[in-house]
């Protein structure tokens, strides 16, 4: 799990102006920890035209496109906590950003298991007021 998420992927009680900006975050943590290159977050960026990432619960998940696996040299997660929210859409809020990047096919099974976290609305809430990172880390050991 640690090669996954690390304490340098998470950022608690964000400030965030909005979705872009949200996005763009989730995506420079897993450029600067060695994740993914750069170009990543521009995938990030054509999924969300295609598809919203917001899950639900205040959850979203932006994620590269599938063309952007070139781009991934290891599996990674970044986590960012909103407390106050930020708007990511067609009105809904995101309290909580996941970025995730998976390396081959590991991002389906990764995906999978933070929706699985993530849809009870009583482990989301608690993850966005987490009050440390080993705290809100304990609530992902079994994502990968």
Known sequence: MSEILSQENIVLGASLSNQEEA???AGELLVG???VEEKYIDSMFE???SVSTFMGNAVAIPHGTSDSKQWV???GLSIITVPEGVEYGDGNVAKLIVGIAGKGDEHLEILSNIALVCS???NVNK?????SKEELMAFFEDVA
């Open 120 to 122: 009870d609305e009583e």
């Open 23 to 25: 996005i763009r975050r």
């Open 47 to 49: 999924r969300e035209e």
């Open 127 to 131: 993850i966005v007021h987490a009050q």
């Open 33 to 35: 920890n060695g994740h």
């Open 73 to 75: 040299s290891q599996s």
